[in-house]
């Protein structure tokens, strides 16, 4: 029998939504990320206030960010971890050099239960916070909603000063 799951050790992706849609988000770039689908991309999909806009691959998204920005609209990047190392170079060219308010949810499909990203045994994993910090990227741990109030002001200061941003998720958010 499986031993109920505490309320403070949850991460409800509507919440997550939520939090995107108030700090003005209307664009979600993504490529099928399995860690976040259930509980993000689906409902993000069926979302009517956001426009899901589907790409081939990860770095694809930050071209496309960055024209939404120069219009003025805000657009939050989904994608894996390992997308995330995938798009390096177009993350080191467009948000940081050029200095776009990328925002990118990562998911850290994977990541062991109550393990900090840079203690993880996986590699892949990680390495992502190392990254993101010697690209003077700031990012946020997402884990549980208790997390996710963190969401928005980040967001904000994000396109505010004109800066890229990053929220590592942690666990699979919940559908519900």
Not at 2 to 28: C, F, M, R, T, W
Not at 63 to 80: D, E, P, V
Not at 146 to 157: L, S
């Amino acid at each position: 029998m499986n031993a109920p799951v505490a309320a403070q050790d949850v991460l409800h992706g509507l919440s997550i939504i939520d939090a995107v849609k108030k700090a003005g988000v209307e664009y979600v770039l993504s490529v099928p990320d399995l860690h976040t689908s259930q509980g993000l991309l689906y409902p993000i999909a069926a979302d009517k206030q956001l426009n899901l806009v589907r790409v081939c691959k990860e770095d694809e998204c930050l071209g496309i960010s960055a024209g939404l920005t120069y219009g003025n609209k805000r657009s939050l990047i989904l994608m894996q971890y390992t997308g995330f190392l995938y798009a390096m170079n177009a993350i080191r060219a467009v948000a940081c050099e050029y200095r776009f308010p990328a925002a990118m949810m990562i998911g850290m499909l994977g990541l062991e239960e109550g393990v900090a990203p840079k203690d993880s045994k996986k590699f892949g994993l990680k390495i992502i916070a190392p990254i993101l910090e010697t690209m003077e990227i700031p990012y946020e741990l997402i884990d549980t909603d208790a997390d996710i109030a963190r969401i928005g002001p980040a967001i904000e200061h994000a396109y505010t000063h004109s800066h890229p941003t990053a929220f590592l998720i942690a666990r699979r958010p919940l559908a519900s």
